[in-house]
């Protein structure tokens, strides 16, 4: 039974009692032919695409916890596809695409809302950066615009004239926005489940089986489940993982903050990121403002942040948008990002024959969960890489092809 | 709001601190018997754990030296500091 | 619910009135009234709506825990959306606007949504609005959505921030708190007790019990007035303690007597939650409407403001606390029609009414203010109607356990009364009072006074017993647990913000939305700007009874910081504008600005962007000054660039590890350029390296990268080389360098005081400059005969206006960092960060040499012997002879065929117009660009929809081979 207005109509007239789940509760089964580890969004898609593209029907998702409560439920909603390499841009762009049309393709209203994502330049020698950013963009086929101050400003009236660093352009990518969080989980949650994936809620890996090199059994803290390929996608948790197979990641696990304050009219309509003070807000359609900014810098495990980055979030905000200092912090809390040295993912076969990886999202996870569905299905059903996930194979560690978009456009990710 | 007692200061507020990761990491040497692979590991792979982390700190608005910490990743408790050159408390060692 | 000003009673000034406005209407309160008691007073019935379905909301609470009394507020100046009503205090020129409704508070066009209700339960928007986009629907939902309204005219106010320490910090006031503070400050301990309403008692002044023989009220006054006299103990009244992180760091938001707020960060070794509990709603028919307030809440406005909420008042219970606030309300004037408890057997035997056991509200009716409920047996049976204008509900208490829980300590479920409490502490806290469900007067007495001393002693100081207060014990707390009516169809309400009710709980879990997190995230159950404070515990309960869990089973969800919405405003503090981040300036600013130098920030630096003579625009100025060096001789204030020296007898030994050119052969009072890389390879900075001495080196990092270069090689310095006798010291601040560069800059040094002969090109000598210590290096950043003089900070202004004058004949002028970035682009002379990278290694620059000759290691070396470090078809630096007259937009790409047709192969790095040239230059990195280069390749140049061609050519446009450099 699909979602549709006709049918919240028809549910009204009998107290919505006719509502199945949206995805049932599965007993883990002694063996699947593949296993994701993860009930995040990635997992969620991974499995969703492996049903769908590659007619996969015996696949498990298994969580730990709930489903979507990881760095999926905890980000800013930010989907954009505004990168410099042709590697990245490919890759996040295929993503900007899959969310264009998820809400219809997973039947599930995911509020995509493309409003634009706007960099702040407060120098001319960041907009002359800006320009080679925009001329990439361009020439890789990406949606992308140079503005002048005055259209900065007319796209965020409320912005900072007198702001501690001048704002004097800026570069906009139309196309992107944000999506709801949440529901990104439960749609894809939903599609696969449609598609017979089994969603295991509550069921904790513990360890690894291999034999000969090859991954055989994942055990769980609901017993051993068999499995004939099994992919790691535990954004935050990898190296744990990873580590249960031998494994080491080039990985660290950093506290990233988001804040939201109480929700009133709407007074931003677009995506706004100032490098100088490294905020990036955005308002919700509930009216809150989303925003967030530089991560608590030592490793943590712990989904909670610390009062500096607070003050220190709050402080830049205020900077770009003094009348914001009226309104008020109504929540704050933290998720747990993987942080790569070259802020790239990593995405494929690992030197364990049946294990895959995806990970290292950094704190830009949200925005790649399609395009990271999408390329972890397609490495488990063919074994090897698709083209746009090659760049990102665990491999470049040792020879050296980072995929560095921080170093190469001074934009970190 | 950590709260790190610096070898030589004493106890201050993480704000005076820069972590710089995990400490220990012997550099491997010399060059030409380095394998990509082994060097690639020294880069970046790091042991990350869910747990006790033996990682070195810089007091840095203070009395710029750094030193090493155990630091508890899930708690946040600090369980042991001590200087650079030092080996890790035993009771500590992974 | 009409209210009505008492003739006495309450903390109020009556002899004080204060006029105010809401919604445009003149209204007068007293001075001690809040704007929501003061409302009240005058017979306001309805103060907000919901998010929703707009409907219709009076006051349930009298205090933070109050979900929809929100106003926009401007008052004393400031103005701030969302104010909860009953947390402004009252006064003079205060205006309210009700938020959230469409023409009027009392008829609001949006609430035809809920007329519609049927059609959106909770989560109703995953299933609908795909087609044809969300874009479609999306502003017309956005423009229902929100509550109050941003002023963009309005200022908004700063205050500082504080630190404190502490050795006992004492959160909340009432009984418990007061008793802790009390016990614990009765030695040498620094004691804090903070709590967030104007006067320390908590609950006392709503209690009738007497303390130590003293009126409860009386007595937490008397307590207060001590702990002020004493020079360890700091109060804080008007105060919130919003978040607890860790090692014991909690922050308060101080609420000054301006309307300001101010944030605290205290460090206690040990803290008291003595933070009390918040009265519960029951959940049942109808249990939303304008006259439906909490028990407490009730006896609040009676108590404290004077303000009898209702006159004819029915009370609903399911435990043993309201039936105080009954005697009290029937003693403040009020008729109570009954007392509905949902306990078979209520067990009290001194009820001021008609109690109605068994029975629970099963129907309300009343719009805009209720008049009548019917009250039903629970078991079913005839239903009675009580005429009635005040609901007062009280559901049981829930312990206020947020801070507790965001210290890491978990929860447990008591079953006695029915409510979460502490349960395994983590940090160095401990929780007393009713934050632990000791609702007892006496026994919250003892529990605060045994843990204050406690804290007391665990900090080391030597308590003294100043012996325990006490009281007399009151009846046992007793409740029988009531979540929800069974078997109704209407509406029974959880969340009052955001409508959330029995029926989207009950959905979500048919939906599998199970999990806790799930149910919050699905219905916004707890999610409005009450957060949560009355409708969790209730919404767990429904949620445990939907999936046959018990509600210890379901869990609950995290308590995230701050504990209540707090200003931006405290966050920020005075980290606005220049203060958000200061800025360096030169030590010869002053001479700068008297020359009419132009400023902009470089990389943290003011630094002169160039000096416009009389009629002459930035542009021209810059053309002009750019040109002159080559032609005479130019000024140029370079004290920004970084000096570092490196000192010691393993000094060259360690430099030749850290540098990628070999510095250990480097001659006394020689110049080198080098190039510092990363681990990883990449070039982390360039610069000159100067041997003053056998063991005595100066380092010249770009100037936004001086702070970096230090680190770096402290950190290796500290960490790696531990053995090496070697001491790094930034001195950058001690000196002040300018630059006399350009084909008549001998003839001004000729003239300079000093005692040091310049050496040839890439030379340096110490000696003294005018008189005083000064150093003289023969450097170039411009391509021109150059001389860098540096001299203490302090006389660099001197020196600069000194300068000047002795190059008045040679024609010199002063040029500012835009010329000097033609005049280096010119030479081919590379800017980090602008024309390299974090991906740009030494060969991407055409400097392979160190990495084949030098013998000794050096960081990074490894790096460069990869794979990726060997290829090709690398970034490589050329130059770009550009056809036409224009120059290139800086960050234009070079294209090449490929990819969709067309690919870029570079970028332009670097671009500008010569004009000593009168043609344009531009540097680029390009794939393979040095075999382009060798090949003379032209290349398409690409920058938004335009085109220009260009000739890839070696990249110096300026006397290639040096020549001028050397003269």
């Known amino acids: 039974m699909g979602y549709s207005f006709l049918r919240l109509a028809r549910e009204a007239l009998r107290d919505h009692t006719g509502w199945r789940p949206a995805w049932r509760d599965a007993e883990p089964k002694p063996r699947y032919d593949v296993v994701v580890i993860g009930g995040g969004g990635h997992g969620l898609a991974t499995a969703y695409y492996l049903a769908r593209n590659h007619g996969a029907r015996n696949v498990a998702v298994v969580e730990k916890g709930w489903i979507g409560g990881g760095n999926t439920g905890r980000n800013t909603t930010v989907i954009r596809s505004n990168y410099y390499f042709p590697s990245s841009a490919e890759l996040y762009d295929l993503s900007l695409r899959l969310y264009e049309n998820l809400g219809v393709d997973l039947n599930y209203n995911v509020m995509v809302s493309q409003r634009g994502f706007l960099f702040l330049a407060h120098a001319p020698l960041q907009l002359e950066m800006y320009n080679r950013i925009v001329n990439a963009l361009l020439v890789n086929g990406i949606d992308a615009e140079l503005l002048s101050s005055d259209e900065v400003f007319r796209r965020a009236p409320l912005l900072n004239r007198a702001m501690r660093w001048p704002v004097v352009g800026g570069f906009t990518q139309p196309r992107a926005g944000i999506a709801r969080h949440d529901a990104v989980a439960w749609g894809y949650a939903r599609a696969a489940d449609r598609l017979g994936v089994d969603i295991v809620q509550h069921c904790e890996v513990t360890g690894l089986r291999q034999a000969g090199g090859r991954i055989t059994a994942v055990e769980t803290t609901r017993g051993t489940i068999e499995a004939g390929a099994v992919a790691i996608v535990v954004a935050g948790h990898s190296s744990v993982l990873a580590a249960m197979a031998g494994l080491r990641l080039p990985v660290t696990s950093y506290a990233l903050q988001a804040m939201v304050s109480e929700p009133v009219k709407p007074i931003l309509d677009t995506v706004v990121n100032s490098p100088a003070t490294g905020v990036y807000v955005s308002q919700s359609d509930k009216g809150e403002l989303v925003f967030g900014g530089g991560l608590d810098l030592y490793p943590s495990y712990a989904q909670r942040g610390n009062l500096p980055v607070v003050e220190h979030v709050i402080a830049g905000l205020i900077e770009m948008f003094p009348a914001f200092a009226q309104l008020r912090l109504m929540r704050k809390w933290a998720g747990i990002v993987d942080v790569v040295h070259d802020s790239s993912p990593i995405l494929g076969p690992t030197p364990v024959d049946g294990l895959y990886i995806n990970c290292g999202w950094g704190t830009g996870g949200f925005k790649a969960i399609p395009a990271g569905g999408w390329l972890t299905a397609h490495c488990i059903a063919t074994g090897g890489h698709h083209a746009l996930s090659a760049p990102f194979d665990l491999g470049r560690f040792a020879t050296g092809a980072l995929v560095d978009e921080a170093a190469a456009a001074g934009i970190a990710h | ?94 | ?967």
């Open chain 2, 1 to 94: 709001m950590l709260l790190i007692a610096c070898p030589f200061c004493g106890p201050r507020d993480e704000t005076e601190f820069r972590c710089g990761g995990e400490s220990h990491i012997a550099r491997p040497g010399p060059a030409e018997t380095v394998s990509d692979e082994r060097w690639g590991d020294y880069l970046f792979n790091r042991a990350n754990p869910k747990g006790v982390h033996l990682e070195r700190w810089l007091h840095g608005h203070g009395c710029g030296q750094w030193f090493n910490v155990a630091r508890d990743t899930v708690s946040h408790r600090v369980l042991a500091v001590y200087r650079m050159g030092d080996p890790p408390p035993k009771d500590l060692t992974p």
């Open chain 3, 1 to 967: 619910m009409t209210g009505q000003r008492l003739e006495s009673g309450g903390t109020i000034r009556r002899d004080r009135p204060i006029a105010f406005r809401f919604d445009g209407a003149t209204f007068t309160g007293f001075e001690g009234d809040t704007l929501a008691s003061a409302l009240l007073a005058s017979g306001v019935s309805v103060m907000g709506r919901s998010f929703r379905y707009h409907r219709p909301r009076g006051l349930w609470g009298a205090w933070t825990e109050e979900p929809a009394a929100l106003v926009d507020l401007s008052v004393g100046g400031r103005y701030e959306p969302n104010a909860r009503a009953t947390l402004v205090p009252l006064e003079p020129e205060l205006e309210a606007t009700s938020v959230n409704r469409w023409p009027g508070l009392r008829f609001d066009l949006g609430a035809f949504v809920d007329v519609l209700h049927p059609l959106f339960p909770a989560g109703f928007y995953y299933k609908t609005f795909m087609k044809p986009g969300w874009a479609t629907w999306e502003e017309s939902v956005r423009a229902r959505a929100g509550l109050g309204r941003v002023n963009g005219e309005a200022g908004a106010p700063t205050r500082t921030a504080r630190t404190a320490h502490c050795d006992v910090l004492v959160i909340g006031g009432g009984p418990a708190g007061l008793a802790a503070a009390r016990a614990a400050a009765g030695g040498e301990a620094r004691v804090m007790l903070v709590d967030d309403r104007p006067a320390f008692g908590g609950s006392l002044p709503l209690d009738a019990a007497t303390i130590d023989g003293h009126n409860a009220e009386a007595w937490a006054a008397a307590v207060a007035a001590d702990l002020a006299t004493r020079p360890m103990v700091t109060l804080l009244p008007r105060t919130t303690a919003i978040g607890y992180f860790d090692h014991d760091l909690v922050a308060l938001a101080e609420r000054r007597p301006d309307g300001r707020e101010r944030l605290w960060r205290v460090r206690a070794r040990r803290v008291v939650l003595a933070t009390g509990a918040i009265e519960r709603p029951l959940v049942f028919p109808d249990n939303d409407r304008p006259g439906i307030m909490a028990a407490s809440a009730a006896l609040g406005y009676v108590w404290r403001h004077g303000v009898l909420p209702g006159a004819d008042i029915v009370v609903v219970t399911n435990n043993g606390g309201a039936y105080q606030a009954a005697r009290a309300l029937a003693a403040a004037g009020a008729r109570i029609k009954a007392i509905v408890d949902t306990r078979a057997t209520p067990g009290v035997v001194d009820a001021v009414a008609e109690v109605i056991p068994g029975s629970i509200v099963t129907r309300t009716q009343g719009r805009l203010g209720i008049h009548h409920v019917e009250v039903a047996p629970l078991g079913g049976g005839r239903a009675r109607t009580l005429a009635c204008d005040l609901v007062a509900v009280s559901g049981g208490w829930n312990p206020s356990v947020h801070l507790f829980s965001q210290s890491g300590g978990k929860l447990r479920w008591d079953e006695a009364i029915a409510a979460f409490v502490p349960d395994r502490s983590v940090q160095n806290e401990q929780s007393v009072g009713a934050a632990r469900g000791v609702f007892d007067l006496a026994a919250c007495l003892e529990d605060g006074h045994v843990a204050g001393l406690a804290a007391a002693a665990a900090t080391g100081h030597a308590a003294r017993d100043p012996g325990m207060p006490r009281a007399q014990e009151g009846a046992p707390y007793r409740i029988e647990p009531f979540w929800f009516v069974p078997g109704t169809r209407r509406r029974q309400w959880i969340d009052r913000l955001n409508d959330v009710t029995v029926a989207d709980v009950r959905l979500a879990a048919r939906e599998n939305f199970a999990s806790v997190e799930h149910l919050k995230r699905y219905t916004t159950l707890g999610m409005g700007t009450d957060q949560g404070k009355t409708s969790n515990v209730n919404g767990l309960a429904v949620l445990a009874a939907a999936t046959g869990r018990a509600i210890p089973d379901v869990g609950t969800t995290t308590f995230r910081p701050p504990t209540t919405p707090t200003s931006f405003a405290a966050f920020t503090a005075l980290r606005r504008c220049a203060l958000h981040a200061p800025t360096r300036r030169l030590p010869a600013h002053h001479a700068h600005a008297r020359l009419g130098a132009v400023f902009d920030e470089y990389g943290g630096w003011q630094r002169p962007a160039c000096y416009p003579r009389a009629g002459e625009d930035r542009a021209a100025a810059i053309r002009r000054e750019a040109a002159h060096p080559r032609r005479a001789v130019g000024l140029f204030d370079a004290s920004s660039l970084g000096k570092v020296e490196v000192t010691g007898p393993d000094a060259a030994r360690f430099l030749d590890l850290m540098i990628y050119n070999a510095i250990g052969n480097l001659a006394p009072g020689r110049v080198r350029y080098a190039l510092m890389l990363n681990e990883n390879g990449k070039v982390f900075d360039d610069g000159v390296v100067a041997r003053l001495g056998p063991e005595r080196f100066l380092l010249s990092p770009s100037s936004s990268h001086t702070a970096g270069v230090v680190a770096a090689l402290e950190e290796w310095r500290q960490c790696e080389y531990l053995d090496m006798k070697v001491r790094v010291e930034d001195v950058t601040a001690a000196w002040g360098t300018v630059a006399v560069t350009g084909p008549r800059a001998h003839a001004v040094l000729d003239k300079l005081e000093t005692d040091i002969v310049p050496g040839p090109h890439m030379s340096v000598a110490e000696g003294t400059v005018l008189g005083a210590l000064g150093r003289i290096a023969r450097v170039s950043y411009t391509g021109e005969a150059g001389f860098e003089i540096s001299v203490p900070a302090g006389r660099a202004d001197a020196l600069w206006d000194h300068l000047l004058a002795l190059g008045e004949d040679e024609g010199i002028a002063p040029f500012g960092l835009e010329a000097l970035m033609i005049l280096r682009m010119e030479k081919g002379y590379i800017l980090i960060g602008i024309d390299t990278d974090g991906n740009t290694e030494p060969q991407d620059l055409g400097m392979t040499g160190p990495l084949r000759a030098k013998t000794v290691d050096f960081v990074g070396r490894r790096s460069l012997l990869r794979p990726d470090s060997r290829r090709t078809d690398r970034l490589e630096l050329v130059g770009l002879a550009v056809e036409g007259a224009e120059p290139i937009p800086g960050g234009a790409h070079v294209l090449a065929p490929g990819g969709r047709g067309e690919r870029s192969i570079g970028h332009v790095s670097s671009s500008a117009f010569s004009p000593s040239l009168g043609r344009p230059v531009a540097l680029a990195m390009v794939e393979g660009g040095r075999a382009r280069q060798t090949a003379g390749e032209r290349v398409a140049v690409f920058s938004r929809g335009t085109r220009v061609m260009a000739r890839i050519v070696a990249p110096a446009f300026v006397d290639p081979e040096g020549a001028r450099l050397r003269d």
